[in-house]
């Protein structure tokens, strides 16, 4: 298992007093994005596309803390952009680990060993390093549009380890994925002694410059099928193991967006990480004036039919894990066992 024990008994303890609460949406994974900059143009990523007087912006620290109260979520990420850009990343990252939230910093790494050595960041269990990998130095080069950025990344990665700090991977994988080579990445990470990965299909962002290799839903099962069937013990990954269940097409799960809600330095975005479809100004407007049965699977939405990344997914995976026997049986068997 990727998750450490106290991470996932805190997830477990909230998921469980938000439906002894007979909450039926609620947070679970707040994604603050305190800038949209970044030092990559990634074709599959339309962040950057912005105007220049936008990538510019910054969140405030009590912008940004006065979100997480808002919210309330027991899991932080700060996504972007590139975090490590953003001037007040550490003040930012210690007064949540001083509120005792789980943060975990999405990075691409090419920054992360200079923050190291200047002294930024102390280790604690409440702080992670999710280093963006998209594969081996091949695959990984080509979806993020530069050459060498593999190698920085994994000495990144070994740096940051070295230091004592929790390190962990997330992959998008996109139609050209070759699954024996994803097999092979998975070994190398575990080499590299990451403490867990997270995967996802990728979602065709409206503004991504490539827009020909995102992945359907009938061959994300089979791409995911194609990984995992034979799934090796000694892989661990830091997301539900009903999740990856999900992806293979073994389990059916609608999306929750209020699971993982983003808010950025235009508000709370509507309706998910994905979709801009307006922002509200307050979490409270946004749980509760989206309307959220015309978004997901079954609701018909075009732009939600081939959707299936974590971001949507991860958290009905999880309640269902924490909220149901049937999920909990399975989700315990499957980390018991490693097989999926």
């Not at 990559?40 to 803390?65: F, H, T």
């Not at 990420?77 to 939230?101: D, F, M, N």
């Not at 995911?224 to 013990?233: A, E, G, H, Q, R």
């Not at 978004?295 to 991860?314: I, K």
């Amino acid at each position: 298992m990727g998750v450490p024990a106290s991470q996932a008994w805190t997830v477990a303890s909230y998921v469980v007093k938000q439906r002894l609460r007979g909450r039926k949406r609620y947070p679970l994974v707040l994604m603050l994005e305190p800038l949209l900059r970044c030092n990559l143009a990634c074709a599959g990523c339309g962040k950057i596309q912005y105007p220049a007087q936008i990538l510019r912006k910054n969140m405030s620290v009590e912008q940004a803390m006065a979100a997480v109260d808002e919210c309330g979520a027991p899991v932080v990420s700060i996504p972007g952009g590139e975090p490590l850009l953003y001037p007040h990343i550490a003040e930012l990252v210690q007064a949540l680990v001083e509120r005792k939230k789980y943060v975990y910093v999405c990075t691409n790494a090419i920054l992360l060993k200079q923050k190291l050595e200047a002294g930024l960041f102390t280790p604690s269990k409440y702080l992670s390093f999710s280093v963006h990998m998209d594969g081996l130095r091949e695959e990984h080069d080509e979806a993020v549009c530069r050459d060498g950025v593999y190698d920085v990344a994994v000495e990144a990665i070994e740096e940051a380890l070295r230091r004592g700090f929790r390190v962990t991977t997330n992959t998008t994988l996109f139609d050209n994925t070759d699954p024996l080579r994803v097999r092979d990445f998975f070994d190398e990470m575990m080499r590299v002694g990451v403490e867990g990965m997270m995967v996802s299909p990728g979602y065709s962002y409206a503004k991504a410059p490539d827009q020909e290799n995102f992945l359907h839903r009938a061959k994300t099962n089979q791409l995911f099928t194609d990984i995992l069937s034979d799934k090796k013990k000694g892989w661990r990954f830091n997301q539900s193991p009903l999740f990856l269940r999900f992806l293979m097409g073994k389990e059916h799960f609608e999306c929750t967006p209020w699971g993982n809600p983003l808010y950025t330095i235009f508000g709370w975005q509507k309706p998910c990480y994905l979709l801009q479809e307006g922002y509200a100004s307050t979490f409270q407007e946004l749980m509760e004036q989206t309307p959220w049965e015309e978004y997901g699977f079954e609701s018909g939405n075009p732009a939600c039919r081939d959707c299936m990344v974590h971001s949507g997914h991860e958290p009905t995976a999880v309640h269902a894990t924490f909220a149901t026997w049937r999920g909990f049986k399975q989700a315990a068997a499957s980390t018991l066992t490693g097989k999926l």
